[in-house]
């Protein structure tokens, strides 16, 4: 055999060897390169639940941010307690500061009186309820738009005061919260429902029902749970004790200021679940809040003697008693995330440990300085910074997962002269570094797990 013969046997079989590469190459280059490998995991857009704790795509979510409850009030800019022409102004201003510091939440409330509702959404006038519904909703976009660009979700409170469900209906509270007739929560699902449903699927928005409605129940007043403003002209009690007031500009109609603006905790989980319900019927997937402050150091007690009809029980409850009333407002309440407020560190871990058992994430809605015996609220205050150095450092350690301060911004004419509570570029820069740095801390927890 010639020396090329012997060649030619030695090299065919890496010929065909090339060519069964070469078609194999071919085949794979028509099929998709994700056949080949693992389904990749994906995620829900935005904030979602699993095993009792929030996440964000894929990972738990951490975040100490801000309440700037004014927001929304000055995007709508209506000169309620804000130079009108200048709100939205100033709102920008405050979300940019908040992005460029590398704040991810802040919660901001719905009009807070039922003559604001009226202003900017209610009108007896189809032609003018549709232009003041359209306004509305072009300001509410602008803000969470402006608030998206940079990564904030918000939480809109829808009805920030428990007044509205009585007086945009103009009969009790009690009615109000009970009743799914009445015309107070008629109006409290048509503004709710129509946020929801404009919003419905947008990943950066959680739903808050109110405000502290809470702390109203269980006290019994005699007058109810609602104050009686200056301008209010309320008669002497009727034969029944009934007291309906007429002629406040804010609540404008006749409105209810007497027991019947009572009610009990239980009443008011009832109503959380049918609030929840709701807002779950129209989106399912959108995660809601309560806005609760969390239990008195009474509130089991409170509410026994309510019940009851018996004379108020302050008396401190037990851990025991404090954490069967604690489960009482979240079980059957249908509320996606536990809310408390915290101004101090008071036993915060114990509510995590809490909200853990149950499988339900927790979140501090409001979270601020105690003030101790000075009664000095400010942010400047060295005892109040270290303070909040410490509770951080709580948050840190609990695994409590969002907290909220009180409050950034706060641009309201009504409250110009007063620094407490005030947290401000160019007045409280060390306490805003304090909080950045905190905020890192605690995002660099999740990163090390």
């Known amino acids: ?26 085949v794979m280059s028509m099929v998709p390169q994700k056949a080949f490998l693992e389904k990749e995991e994906t995620f829900p857009e935005g904030l979602y639940i699993k095993d009792g704790r929030i996440y964000q795509g894929g990972r738990e979510y951490r975040q100490i941010s801000f309440n700037k409850f004014d927001l929304w009030m000055q995007y709508l800019d209506q000169g309620w307690d804000h130079p009108r ?20 939440m802040n919660r901001t409330m719905s009009p807070f009186y039922p003559s604001w509702y009226e202003d900017v959404f209610f009108d007896e006038n189809p032609t003018r309820q549709a232009e003041k519904r359209r306004q509305f909703f072009a300001a509410t976009e602008e803000m969470l738009d402006d608030s998206s660009t940079c990564g904030i979700y918000t939480v809109l409170s829808v009805m920030w005061s428990m007044e509205v469900l009585a007086d945009l209906g103009h009969h009790s509270l009690y009615e109000g919260l009970t009743d799914p007739n009445s015309l107070g929560y008629q109006k409290f699902k048509e503004f709710s429902g129509a946020i929801v449903r404009q919003y419905k699927g947008r990943p950066d ?12 129940a269980d006290l019994q007043r005699k007058g109810g749970v609602f104050k009686i403003r200056n301008g ?8 029944r004790g009934e007291v309906v007031c007429v002629g406040d500009e804010l609540s404008p109609g006749e409105i209810v200021r007497d027991e019947r603006n009572n009610f009990t905790s239980d009443e008011l989980v009832a109503f959380f679940k049918r609030a ?5 019927s129209i989106d399912p997937d959108r995660l809601v809040t309560s806005g609760n402050s969390g239990p008195r150091l009474s509130a089991m007690h409170l509410f026994k003697s309510a019940k009851a009809g018996e004379p108020l029980d302050w008396s401190h409850d037990s851990l025991k008693e ?25 036993d915060l871990a114990w509510y995590q ?36 150095e410490r509770t951080f450092k709580i948050i840190k ?25 005030r947290i401000r570029n160019g007045e409280t820069d060390h306490f805003l570094f304090v909080v950045e740095r905190a905020n890192k801390n605690l995002q660099l927890k999740e990163r090390q797990k």
Request: charged residues 25%; negative net charge.
């Open 1 to 26: 055999m010639s020396n090329q013969d012997r060649k030619s046997r030695f090299l065919w079989p890496f010929c065909i060897l090339a060519i069964l590469l070469l078609t194999l190459f071919a």
């Open 85 to 104: 022409g200048e709100g939205k102004k100033a709102a920008k201003k405050a979300v940019r500061e908040m992005c460029e510091r590398g704040f991810g």
């Open 205 to 216: 928005v959680i739903i808050e029902i109110g405000n502290e409605f809470d702390l109203l």
């Open 232 to 239: 209010m002209n309320c008669p002497e009690p009727n034969e």
């Open 276 to 280: 929840s319900d709701f807002i779950k």
């Open 322 to 346: 404090r954490r069967k009333y604690f489960e009482m407002m979240q079980v059957g309440s249908g509320i996606d995330i536990i809310q408390i407020h915290s101004y101090g560190d008071r």
């Open 353 to 388: 440990n809490v909200a853990d058992d149950l499988g339900v994430p927790m979140m501090i809605g409001e979270l601020g300085p105690s003030g101790g015996d000075s009664k000095d609220f400010t942010y400047t205050s060295p005892v109040n910074i270290f303070q909040l």
């Open 397 to 421: 350690d609990s695994d409590i997962q969002v907290a909220l301060l009180w409050a950034y911004g706060d641009d309201r004419v009504s409250n110009s002269e007063s620094p407490n509570f």
